[in-house]
């Protein structure tokens, strides 16, 4: 049996009104969208929803990672041996890239199934993110939201079966980026719905059903990407689709998430999912994608995560537009950004381990639990005698801070403090944490994190934040 | 480890410093210059190019290496290196300095501490960058880490912090070459833009250009020089751990501070340093920087700073006059001259010549310095040869919160003190260095807030000090 054995989500933080959009006035309660902020992108929204996904599994038994998204900062240079990093899997990982379509992440999630399936992997991790942008005050930035969701493909512990899958590819030019773009452009709306995507996901839909002997209605929940609200429901008439299996395409609340958007759709129906309940999820992009799965008892065996309603329910309205702007690189800078080589990509590869796996060193003659990496220990001065010790998933405790009014950020002060973690003490900046609830002995937990873009290239390192309930 | 190394074998007898401030129609060359001549002046040397044997020079910003320093003097045919150790580097240099005539490689060396921040484009400080783990961060993001803990431990609060920084701006009204000559209020710190809590603007020291320069000699030689030649007595630096990933680091103190403090206490002799000193120049980058030296530094039991800030303890009038000058705070911190500055200034102050701020009499002065995130404390100690023969119009210094030093002065310091306390003139001069450079980038520039370029233009520590 082929199937999801785990998932996991990542919605950020930050939630942008619509009606701030262009510069008005921000209205509470109103429709908004979720929005990484200037130290999130794809990649570490991935790293996020892939821990949610891993969460109480043991990460060693993941044979290969496939990273989908049509954002990430490289052209050449893989994004998903930077997250197999950032989570510490197995060296003897296969990674890929699934890119160029907002079907990348239904894509990745079959090829995981069919490698199960064909036997050359138990376990595949499959993590949709994006991170997509429409020209400032457009249409499109109405409707593109961020977000990321990861499954864990396996033969063991399934929660929710493969049953079967249906694909089809078209050539159409209707939502493109080229090269160096740095906004989403768009033919005219209606030839795109018109000629791509409802004909295509209906088709798609209605070949999967004919392939397995299934009707519509036999399934429990229809999860469909939709590019809004009116034609998502055109495609659901056509397909006869009842409204109350119909599953919510979060409109208003996380916007359209480009690649992770049905696997985002997808990972919220498992989460309501009762055993032995059909699911059907439908994607779009070049094509058509459609999916059907049926949940297994398992499903009440894996233990809470955080998906998509935890971190819908966590919101950070953006208090206007400009901070929106500043966090998205939009604004005019008075300043070229530097043509500096950035940091020492030797130094980088050096120290790998320390910034981008978060791993400490313990020290086998006493105990002492340090960041980071060093020869000599911090506290008995024993030398080269260490156990590496990841601190990313460890507990935290904030010893002293600083609001840091100076730092650049779109919403100072930059909250920074020491933390220490199981005696190891480091130096990290704080997300999520508002100055008024920042104190000495705050419980903390670990995001991965961009730190900053020294040489045009995103840096990446973790950052703590006041550890939350799930 | 000899503890009599430097003790009174070496003396300052000229001092110069340069107008610190924006010297924007100044390069470092024309500030070294102003310094150096002062100091030769001072010194009675008129033909420097035979006089000086030796150049040690600090600087953390410049990238030309000594040379800026031997050319624009033109002192060639000589020794001339640079030091570079972070916030300490003016004490490191003369630290050297005075360890060269203490070995007897010299007669007369020349100390030049300087730096020019203000020909970066920016305003403020550096944002640095060490590496990507290290987050980017300003040295006020670190000096206030100490705060909360310290805060929620004692009781005290930023009133405390701003009435370090009203001090320090009146006694830098009195120094005519200070750069912010601006009396204010404590509620003007209160109601200040904030910088990094708790520190608002007026709790940093002010960023500016300016060079000091001090000639030292061989003791015996003093007196050719000028009949009240300060003596060196003690000089030290210590490191300390990186406060930041120090396992043990309780953030109510820095650890360097109590360290240095001890070494050069016992080098000196010293057993209650609030008596015996007569003035002291302090670290002030933030103010709580400056109040956690009056602790560190034995000046006052831990905790109990508060208590003497309002009492007045540290203002000129006090027990123990602190930054007579205004410090940091308000000649600004040009890196490498800051530490230089310092002895210009406790050297004025024990020859009688510091004009109104001028304390009574002291007899022993401390400088003192922090530096890196921080990691290294120097401390010099000087006294004035002629100090026997004044007397401090101050008697009734109050002996109540009279701390040993911060690690305990070793029981055999007894007789040692006493032999230093019976001589008829200490004078030490000590200093510590800082913390090393690490492997990183300086960034001039910081781009807008949010903007994609947070940093204009980077320079490699690395890079940098090799080309030092
Ligand atoms: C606090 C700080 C950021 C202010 O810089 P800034 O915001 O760029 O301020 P500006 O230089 O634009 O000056 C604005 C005004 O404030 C005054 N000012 C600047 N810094 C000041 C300070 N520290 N204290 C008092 N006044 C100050 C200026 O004189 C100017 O006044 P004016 O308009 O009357 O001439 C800067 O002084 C600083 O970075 N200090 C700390 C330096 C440091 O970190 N040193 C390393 C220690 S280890």
């Known amino acids: ?470 | 480890m000899s503890r009599d190394g430097i003790r009174d074998k070496v003396a300052i007898v000229g001092v110069g410093c340069c107008r610190f401030g924006e010297n924007w129609d100044q390069s470092p060359s024309d500030m070294i210059v102003d310094a150096a001549y002062e100091a030769y002046a001072d010194a009675g040397i008129e033909d420097p190019q035979k006089q000086i044997d030796a150049v040690f020079t600090g600087s953390l910003y410049s990238q030309a290496g000594p040379h800026e320093c031997a050319d624009a003097l033109k002192l060639f045919d000589k020794p001339v290196s640079m030091v570079s150790n972070y916030c300490a580097t003016g004490t490191d240099a003369f630290r050297y300095g005075v360890m060269s005539l203490a070995a007897g490689m010299y007669d007369r060396v020349l100390v030049v501490g300087y730096d020019k921040p203000k020909d970066r484009g920016v305003s403020g400080p550096s944002v640095m960058m060490d590496g990507v783990r290290d987050l980017p961060k300003t040295p006020a993001g670190w000096f206030s880490l100490c705060a909360a803990t310290y805060f929620e431990k004692y009781g005290a609060g930023r009133e405390d912090l701003a009435r370090i920084a009203v001090k320090n701006h009146h006694n830098g009204t009195l120094a005519p070459k200070s750069f912010l000559k601006r009396e204010i209020t404590v509620e003007d710190v209160l109601n200040a833009r904030m910088i990094s809590w708790p520190f608002g603007l007026y709790d940093c020291a002010a960023q500016t250009d300016g060079a000091a320069a001090v000639v030292i000699t061989r003791s015996d030689l003093a007196r050719h020089h000028r009949d009240d030649p300060v003596l060196v007595k003690a000089v030290t630096i210590r490191s300390g751990p990186n406060p930041q990933k120090d396992p043990g680091n309780d953030f109510l103190s820095w650890k360097p501070n109590g360290w240095a403090a001890r070494d050069v206490y016992q080098q000196a002799g010293i057993a209650d340093p609030r008596r015996e000193i007569g003035v002291a120049q302090v670290h002030d980058c933030f103010s709580l920087t400056e109040l956690l030296a009056y602790e560190d530094l034995g000046f006052c039991e831990k905790g109990s700073a508060k208590e003497h800030i309002a009492a007045g303890t540290f203002e000129l009038g006090g027990d123990l006059p602190v930054n007579t000058d205004g410090g940091l705070k308000t000649f600004g911190h040009p890196t490498g001259a800051t530490g230089v500055r310092m002895i210009y200034e406790n050297t004025l102050q024990l020859q009688g010549r510091a004009g109104e701020r001028q304390v009574a009499n002291p007899k022993l002065a401390l400088s003192h310095n922090l530096g890196g995130h921080p990691t290294a404390c120097g401390i010099a100690i000087s006294v004035s040869l002629n100090a026997r023969s004044r007397t401090r119009s101050s008697p009734s210094r109050t002996t109540s919160a009279v701390t040993p030093p911060p690690a305990g002065s070793r029981s055999s310091g007894a007789t040692e003190r006493a032999a230093v306390l019976s001589e008829p003139a200490l004078r030490l001069n000590d200093r510590s260095g800082c913390p090393e450079p690490r492997e990183g980038l300086i960034y001039r520039g910081i781009g807008p807030p949010g903007g994609p370029p947070l940093f204009q233009e980077g320079v490699s520590i690395r890079d940098f000090r090799s080309r030092v």
């Open chain 1, 1 to 470: 049996m082929v199937g999801i054995a785990s998932y996991g989500a990542y919605i950020p933080r930050h939630r942008l009104p619509l009606s701030a959009v262009g510069g008005r006035a921000a209205r509470e309660g109103g429709p908004e969208k979720a929005v990484a902020w200037n130290d999130e992108d794809s990649v570490t929204m991935a790293v996020s929803a892939a821990v949610n996904c891993l969460r109480g599994l043991d990460r060693k038994c993941v044979d290969a990672l496939y990273f989908a998204s049509t954002s990430y900062a490289f052209r050449e240079k893989q994004a998903a041996a930077l997250v197999a990093r950032a989570l510490d899997l197995r060296r003897d990982l296969r990674c890929a890239d699934f890119a160029g379509s907002l079907r990348a992440g239904t894509t990745a999630l079959r090829a995981a199934s069919d490698a199960v399936a064909a036997g050359s992997a138990r376990c595949v991790l499959v993590v949709a993110s994006d991170c997509r942008m429409g020209a400032p005050s457009s249409g499109l930035e109405l409707r593109l939201g961020d977000g990321a969701a990861a499954f864990l493909v396996s033969d063991a512990d399934v929660i929710a079966e493969l049953d079967a899958a249906h694909a089809l590819s078209d050539e159409i030019v209707d939502l493109w980026r080229g090269d160096g773009d740095a906004f989403v452009h768009s033919w005219e709306d209606r030839f795109v719905l018109q000629e791509g995507y409802v004909p295509r996901i209906v088709e798609a839909v209605q070949s999967l059903l004919e392939k397995s002997g299934t009707h519509v209605g036999d399934y429990a929940k229809v999860a469909l990407y939709g590019p809004d609200q009116r034609s998502l429901a055109t495609v659901a008439r056509k397909l006869g689709v009842a409204a109350d299996s119909l599953c919510d395409p979060l409109f208003g609340r996380l916007g359209n998430a480009g690649a992770a958007f049905a696997p985002l759709l997808l990972a919220a129906a498992l989460e309501g999912a009762k055993p032995g309940e059909k699911l059907l999820v439908a994607n779009y992009g070049d094509g058509a994608d459609a999916l059907a799965f049926t949940t297994t008892e398992k499903l009440l065996k894996l233990e809470p995560r955080r998906g998509v309603s935890w971190h819908l329910e966590r919101r950070h309205p953006v208090a206007n537009y400009d901070h929106y702007l500043k966090a998205r690189g939009l604004q005019t800078a008075e300043w070229e950004a530097p043509a500096a080589p950035g940091l020492s990509a030797t130094i980088h590869f050096r120290d790998r381990d320390n910034d981008i796996s978060f791993i400490g060193q313990k020290c086998n003659a006493c105990g002492a639990v340090q960041f980071p990496v060093q020869r000599v220990c911090e506290s008995c001065f024993a030398k080269d005698d260490f156990e590496p010790y990841r601190l990313s998933d460890r507990d935290g405790r904030l010893v002293t801070y600083t609001f840091d009014y100076f730092f650049p950020t779109p919403e100072p002060p930059t909250v920074v403090g020491i933390v220490e973690i199981d005696g190891a003490r480091v130096h990290m900046q704080l997300v999520n944490c508002p100055p008024e609830e920042t104190k000495t002995g705050l419980p903390l937990e670990f995001e991965f994190r961009r730190i900053h873009q020294v040489g045009g290239r995103p840096n990446y390192y973790w950052k703590a934040a006041p550890r939350s309930s799930d």
